[in-house]
C-alpha cells in the first residue's frame, strides 16, 4: 500500500541532464512518502534545445496536480518554459542559473559577472580560482557515491545560444535554495542574483554546487518544509 501524500517533487537536472543526479534525493522523498520524478534530458544532443527540454519536463508532469519543480543549475533555464506549459504548485531553484526574459545561458554569465565572481571567492578562499571539477563541483561529495556514479555526459552548446523564451516568472511561491559552499555559484553571488532578477533571498543550507549529491537529506527536508508551507491550490 502506498502511503505517498502531497504534491509530486519533479526534478530538473543541471548541465549533462542526467536524472542520476537527483537519485539519492529521489530516494529519500519516496521513504518520506512523496513522489519524485527525476527526468533524464539530452543534455548531450546537440540537437536538443531547451524547448525539448521543457517538453520533456512536461511530459513527466503528465496529469499531476500542481507539482512541485526542482530546477538545479542549468535547469533553472527550463524551468520557466516549463512553468509557462504546466500548472506547477511552486518552483524551487537550486543553486540555479536565475535567467531574465530573453537571455540566452551563454551571455548570462557575463551579464551576471558569474565568472569574476567565482574567482574571487576562490581568492578569498584560497583554493584554486582556474576551474577544475574535482575543486568546483565534487570537492565535498562522498567517495562511495563518486564510485558508483555513472560516466558523466557533456552538456551540448547548442542551449547556451538560445534565447529562453517566456514572458516573466510565474506568480507561484518560487523559493531560491543556495549551498552554503558552492563554489561555482558562491553564496553571495547567488543572493545577489536572486534579489536583482526574483527579488527574493536565498535560503541556505549546507552543502556544494551538487548539494543533491553530498547532502540530499538536508535538500529533502528543506523541500518538504516548503510543500508543508506551500499554500492549497
Known amino acids: 500500500m502506498s502511503n505517498r501524500d502531497g504534491a509530486s517533487f519533479v526534478l530538473i537536472p543541471g548541465a549533462g541532464g542526467m536524472a542520476w543526479y537527483w537519485h539519492r534525493v529521489a530516494k529519500l522523498l519516496d521513504q518520506a512518502g512523496r513522489e519524485a520524478i527525476a527526468v533524464e534530458l539530452p543534455g548531450d544532443n546537440n540537437t536538443a534545445s531547451l524547448a525539448d527540454y521543457a517538453e ?3 511530459r513527466a508532469i503528465g496529469t499531476r496536480a500542481n507539482p512541485i519543480l526542482v530546477a538545479q543549475s542549468l535547469g533553472g533555464f527550463t524551468a520557466p518554459l516549463v ?30 559577472g558569474a565568472v569574476q565572481a567565482r574567482i574571487a571567492a576562490a581568492e578569498r578562499a584560497g583554493y584554486s580560482a582556474e576551474f577544475d571539477v574535482q575543486t568546483y563541483f565534487l570537492h565535498d561529495v562522498p567517495a562511495a557515491v563518486l564510485q558508483a556514479a555513472p560516466r558523466p ?24 535554495v543556495a549551498a552554503a559552499d558552492d563554489r561555482f555559484f558562491p ?47
Open 83 to 112: 512553468c509557462e506549459q504546466a500548472a506547477i504548485g511552486a518552483l524551487v531553484l537550486v543553486n540555479a542559473m536565475i535567467p531574465l526574459p530573453g537571455e540566452t545561458a551563454g551571455a548570462w554569465w557575463e551579464n551576471t
Open 153 to 176: 555526459r557533456e552538456q551540448a552548446e547548442v542551449v547556451f545560444r538560445e534565447k529562453c523564451k517566456f514572458r516573466d516568472w510565474p506568480r507561484i511561491p518560487i523559493h531560491v
Open 187 to 233: 553564496l553571495e553571488f547567488q543572493r545577489r542574483i536572486a534579489r536583482a532578477r526574483l527579488d527574493r533571498e536565498v535560503e541556505v543550507l549546507p552543502g556544494g554546487h551538487l548539494v543533491a549529491l553530498s547532502n540530499p537529506q538536508g535538500l529533502v527536508d528543506r523541500l518538504l518544509n516548503l510543500a508543508r508551507a506551500a499554500p492549497a491550490r
Open 56 to 58: 520533456i519536463v512536461v
